[in-house]
């Protein structure tokens, strides 16, 4: 595949044009390449040099990423960031980023990955952050404990960030904006949820949350944006002749 085909089917899928003004980051392709064939692809959540390099040493022509290296303003190419892209150059590695589309598509997004994990039920959007609901919320058919869905999103042998007990015991109805989206505790409340998942912690909403009798999860950054990834992933090693590659490099955080 072509890297232009490549981009225009990525741009298509996702509805990157339509969602970009909403979103700080470069949506697409952030650093080109002086091949356009392309014959693998690396996926992993965030761009950094260890991920360049694990994509380089499998011999990947592109990487995706769901954390880019620009976010709504110029930057000087000194430091890490000049590192980082005089790598990419060297070795011919494309880099694609896709932020907020990949957070709420409806098919391969990180927060419709946590609901179809958890088997969530009458699945519709939910969390509104510019103008557009980016998380989905839904119900569980058997009610479930904190502990079980949160062992469920991070592993059996992976704690959260942290967590917030203040709502009911037993959770039947569950709010997910995966990443750093602590704000939007105030409309799981205002929806009367039993629980919102996302991914950062925040001493802001420590007081609201116990207020408001939520349950909150903050199952970590990491934990909760790896779905799209898989994802996506899944779909371009289905619909393609692409091979693919799954990076892993976990924060716990």
């Known amino acids: ?58 011999n990947a022509d592109l990487l995706f990423v769901h954390h880019g290296l620009f976010w709504g303003r110029p930057y000087k190419l000194t430091g890490s960031l000049y590192n980082r892209i005089r790598f990419l150059i060297k070795n011919d590695l494309a880099l694609y980023g896709v932020h907020l589309p990949l957070d709420m598509h409806r098919e391969t997004g990180n927060n419709i990955g946590i609901a179809k994990m958890l088997n969530l039920e009458s699945i519709e959007p939910f969390g509104e952050y510019h103008g557009l609901k980016i998380g989905y919320r839904g119900l569980l058919s058997s009610g479930k404990t904190m502990d079980e869905i949160t062992k469920l999103i991070t592993g059996q042998n992976t704690e959260p960030v942290t967590k917030l007990a203040f709502g009911p015991e037993i959770i039947k109805s569950i709010g997910i904006v995966s990443g750093g989206a602590p704000e939007i505790v105030t409309q799981a409340i205002d929806e009367n949820l039993d629980l919102y998942i996302t991914g950062d912690a925040s001493h802001t909403v420590y007081h609201e949350s116990m207020e408001g009798r939520i349950n909150v999860l903050f199952a970590g950054h990491y934990a909760t944006e790896i779905w799209g990834i898989k994802l996506i992933r899944e779909k371009i090693e289905k619909e393609t002749d692409l091979n693919t590659i799954f990076i892993d490099i976990p924060t716990g955080l």
């Open 1 to 58: 595949m072509l890297l232009r085909d490549f981009d225009k089917m990525i741009r298509e899928f996702l509805d990157i044009d339509r969602i970009d003004p909403s979103d700080v980051s470069l949506n697409g392709l952030q650093v080109s390449r002086s091949k356009e064939e392309l014959k693998t692809i690396a996926f992993a959540v965030d761009a950094s040099m260890e991920s360049f390099k694990r994509a380089h040493s499998r």
